[in-house]
T-cell receptor, first 113, second 109 residues
Framework: NAGVTQTPKFRVLKTGQSMTLLCAQD?????MYWYRQDPGMGLRLIHY???????AKGEVPDGYNVSRLKKQNFLLGLESAAPSQTSVYFC????????????FGPGTRLTVL | GIQVEQSPPDLILQEGANSTLRCNFS?????LQWFHQNPWGQLINLFY???GTKQNGRLSATTVATERYSLLYISSSQTTDSGVYFC???????????FGKGTSLLVTP
């Protein structure tokens, strides 16, 4: 049981490049989330999904897109990376709604030059 | 959205000391969790505690939902307790967690 995994662990992009971050969970959770963490701050929600085929915007969705084609995977895309998107990205999942324990992946450290 | 304030922002303890971390929130919640982010960045769930008291070894947490605060107690602290402690809450109308800015704890030998 791997829990929540994220790939890649590290990535450096140039401004304007695109990339996709992959989150996978093997706990049969319905709910999945993408957060970003910036220095000295807590985590902020980017997008979330309440089930396969659904997505919704969080607090800071601009510049990101997401897809949940399979229940176990939640993809976060950056179409045209900007330096302001330099951050650590965390994926999380939970079985039920937010009123449930959320389990976090190890994070992806992204630098945009 | 719901506001979450944590105090103190920073804390330095000597090994063996006890500490109390506080989390205040601005609205009714149906989910409150405490996390520990270790120096390698991994977020570990400590407690799911929207109300009441729970204990796990040297750690315990109490949430008084009617007064909109939660406390995390660390007893007999160890150097491995170092890291950042986050409180995160979800309002009754939300789906995801709102995080505080954390308390950065350093335990020295």
């Amino acid at each position: 049981n791997a829990g929540v995994t994220q790939t890649p662990k590290f990535r450096v992009l140039k401004t304007g490049q695109s990339m996709t971050l992959l989150c996978a969970q093997d706990m049969n959770h319905e709910y999945m989330y993408w957060y970003r963490q910036d220095p000295g701050m807590g985590l902020r929600l980017i997008h979330y999904s309440v089930g396969e085929g659904t997505t919704a915007k969080g607090e800071v969705p601009d510049g990101y897109n997401v897809s949940r084609l399979k229940k176990q995977n939640f993809l976060l895309g950056l179409e045209s990376a900007a330096p302001s998107q330099t951050s650590v990205y965390f994926c999380a999942s939970s079985y039920n709604s937010g009123a449930d324990t959320q389990y976090f992946g190890p994070g992806t450290r992204l630098t945009v030059l | 959205g719901i506001q979450v304030e944590q105090s103190p922002p920073d804390l330095i303890l000597q090994e063996g000391a006890n500490s109390t971390l506080r989390c205040n929130f601005s609205d009714s919640v149906n989910n409150l969790q405490w996390f520990h982010q270790n120096p390698w960045g991994q977020l570990i769930n400590l407690f799911y505690i929207p109300s009441g008291t729970k204990q796990n070894g040297r750690l315990s947490a109490t949430t008084v939902a009617t007064e909109r605060y939660s406390l995390l107690y660390i007893s007999s602290s160890q150097t491995t307790d170092s890291g950042v402690y986050f409180c995160a809450v979800e309002s009754n109308s939300g789906y995801a967690l709102n995080f505080g800015k954390g308390t950065s704890l350093l335990v020295t030998p």
